[in-house]
């Protein structure tokens, strides 16, 4: 196992950066939904966590679809193919519009009858449709922008993911203020308000992102903008990488929308507790998906040099960075909880009960950084069928373990939110292994 790279730390953090604040930037709107919705009331808090998660839980069909148009992308660019780039990314938004209003249809014939049946609070059940309503609209943005996610971190340049999320979260905190209270003459909405400001957000960033890309990119020598005829072979191409990327991800966060229906079973409080804790949590995974969409088109690239002996490297390389960001938030988070927790809810015995499960998410981080990075290294080598197994094996635990504990007797919500170490362990472990004894060296995309 080779433990040199010429790949160099300022090259992974020119990657990783951008990312990482625009991520910070994007959390804003998770931070800004959960604090305005914490002073509506518990009932709104724990519906946005149900309908967020299931939002969520949708959306990352198409996010995984273009994690696999990015690996494609930072391969032919470490190729020096750089003229094949444009009909990928085109192509990938053919897929990613239709995928998109496939979706929206699907959900708003079968959303009614999935919550009547899977939601015990009937009041949680009314503010979670009410949410989804209009959140499932933006859908199609969200589509479209992972489209050119997939483009401008494939060929390392994510300082525009960084502005694009600026413009989006200020997009998305005026909006909450306005529609969610009914401030400066607007119409209240409460809950539904928070929704229609993430649907706006989205359609701002979407916006932001065309009227970028053509002022300032060299869009005739990635050949983009083309649209020459549509492809077949090349969409099962892109698909064949991006499919088990697809499943991977929406196996993922079923995983998590099934942790949050097993709490609702434990009551509105525990559910508000998990709502707040998912939010911090969120904040905290901020470096993690920097540095591994970073690990994703590093291990690509110098696959795509034939210097497949780099791989390890580049990967502890990333681990390094990465656990350093994590660890960082990690002592702030334990060094004064509560002035973190009441950024979400000035409601003193929530902040109080939402202590013990705050530490647990806290350490948990910790595993889920060396999990994340390792795992991002096996889909970075454009095996993701092998990535897509390892997730389904580790998430069918998770759900398991999480029932489980759900419960048990005398379960309370910390021991609970303690399966997300178990699963921080396991993924790591398998992704080590099959990076190190696995057959990846000459998989061609």
């Known amino acids: 196992m080779s433990f040199y790279t010429t790949v160099t730390y ?48 949708l959306i990352m069909l198409g996010f995984g679809f273009s994690i696999g148009a990015q690996i494609i992308v930072a391969r032919r660019f470490g ?17 990613l519009v239709f995928l998109a209003l496939l979706l929206i249809t699907l959900m708003k014939i079968l959303m ?70 009914g401030n400066l003459g607007f119409k209240e909405y409460g809950i539904a308000g928070a929704a229609i400001a993430s649907v706006i957000a989205e359609i701002a960033a979407c916006i932001f992102f065309i009227l970028y890309t053509i002022k300032f990119i060299d869009t005739r020598f990635y050949g983009l903008f083309q649209y020459t005829r549509f492809s077949f072979s090349l969409l099962k191409r892109i698909l064949t990488v991006s499919l088990p990327m697809m499943l991977q991800n929406f196996i993922s966060f079923t995983g998590w929308f099934f942790f949050f229906l097993f709490v609702e079973k434990m009551g509105e409080r525990s559910l508000a507790i998990s709502n707040v804790i998912r939010s911090i949590y969120v904040v905290m995974l901020i470096p993690i998906w920097g540095f591994t969409s970073a690990s994703n088109t590093l291990v690509s690239f110098v696959i795509g040099r034939g210097r497949t002996n780099e791989v ?56 889920l950084t060396i999990g994340f990075v390792l795992f991002s290294g096996v889909s970075g080598t454009g095996m993701t069928k092998v990535s897509f197994a390892i997730e389904t094996v580790v998430i069918i635990m998770y759900v398991l373990i999480t029932y489980l504990l759900v419960n048990m007797k005398n379960s309370s919500i910390e021991k609970v939110w303690m399966v997300e170490v178990f699963y921080g362990i396991i993924i790591g472990f398998l992704s080590f292994m099959y990076l190190k004894f696995g057959k990846w060296q000459d998989r061609s995309i």
């Open 112 to 181: 009614p009858f999935i919550f009547e049946h899977i939601l015990e609070s009937d009041e949680i059940r009314v503010a979670t449709k009410e949410y989804l309503n209009y959140r499932i609209l933006g859908l199609l943005f969200a589509c479209v922008n992972f489209g050119f996610r997939a483009f401008y971190i494939g060929v390392a340049k994510t300082k525009v993911i960084t502005w694009t999320t600026v413009f989006m979260a200020l997009t998305n905190v005026f909006f909450d203020y306005v529609l969610i209270f």
């Open 312 to 367: 390890m490297a580049v990967v502890f390389k990333i681990l390094k960075l990465c656990l350093i960001g994590v660890l960082a938030l990690v002592l702030i988070n334990i060094s004064i909880p509560e002035k973190v927790i009441s950024i979400y809810t000035n409601n003193v015995k929530l902040i109080q009960d939402t202590i013990p499960a705050f530490y647990v998410v806290s350490i948990s981080a910790i595993f």
């Open 10 to 57: 300022k090259e992974i953090w020119k990657i990783a950066y951008p990312i990482i604040l625009g991520s910070i930037v994007q959390n804003i709107i998770s931070v800004t939904d959960t604090a305005f919705l914490g002073r509506v009331g518990e009932i709104e808090l724990g519906a946005a966590a149900i309908g967020g998660v299931f939002y969520l839980t």
């Open 79 to 95: 190729e020096n193919r750089n003229h094949e780039i444009g009909i990928i990314i085109e192509h990938s938004h053919y897929f």
